[in-house]
T-cell receptor, first 111, second 117 residues
């Protein structure tokens, strides 16, 4: 069953603009992770936020988590063309070891 | 090894043939995952191996799909009597036990692209 769902499905912005992607999930979680996938490649871990955290930063990335709404957002500030990729949120299924991924947001940053 | 290694990187097979996809996880990682990704789609969970526990096979789409993990290391995903709808990228990932719930990062291989013609 689908655990995480991202929106928008696709996002196109100009270089320098900020990009915001959202993720909603269904069950209680201990943590939520964001991954990035360049076209045709494996996924790369970006950032993890735990359920007792509301916001976390890593470089140009800012992640928020609202457990009451079962949602998270990923903000990329001052975007670059190299940020063009698909971004996925992932959550543990039923607080177990299995990670379930959303459908992803395809981000296109135009120079 | 330095990262998760998958082979073959590309495989074209005829409908009805069996295929085997191999995954060599990061040394010492006890959790191993297989996912499937169709073109332009999200990741579909297939199977999860966790240490010596029985694998979670809940994502395998049919009995044509099976996977094993020998000696707690290398894993093989086997698809019997392949169909055209099996065409996808098959991604393997590994992490330190117990994986997702503890917040351990999972590390992905580059995937095996399967095309069934």
């Amino acid at each position: 069953s689908q655990q995480g769902e991202e929106d928008p499905q696709a996002l196109s912005i100009q270089e320098g603009e900020n990009a915001t992607m959202n993720c909603s999930y269904k069950t209680s979680i201990n943590n939520l992770q964001w991954y990035r996938q360049n076209s045709g490649r494996g996924l790369v871990h970006l950032i993890l936020i735990r359920s007792n955290e509301r916001e976390k930063h890593s470089g140009r990335l800012r992640v928020t988590l609202d457990t009451s709404k079962k949602s998270s957002s990923l903000l990329i500030t001052a975007s670059r063309a190299a940020d063009t990729a698909s971004y996925f949120c992932a959550t543990p299924y039923n607080q177990g070891g299995k990670l379930i991924f959303g459908q992803g947001t395809e981000l296109s940053v135009k120079p | 090894g330095a990262g998760v290694s998958q082979s073959p990187s590309n495989k074209v097979t005829e409908k009805g043939k069996d295929v085997e996809l191999r995954c060599d996880p990061i040394s010492g990682h006890t959790a191993l995952y297989w996912y499937r990704q169709s073109l332009g789609q999200g990741l579909e969970f297939l199977i999860y191996f966790q240490g010596n526990s029985a694998p979670d096979k809940s994502g395998l789409p049919s009995d044509r799909f099976s996977a094993e993990r020998t000696g707690g290391s290398v894993s093989t995903l086997t698809i019997q009597r392949t169909q055209q709808e099996d065409s996808a990228v098959y991604l393997c990932a590994s992490s330190s036990f117990p994986g997702g719930d503890s917040g351990n990062t999972i590390y992905f291989g580059e995937g095996s692209w399967l095309t069934v013609v």
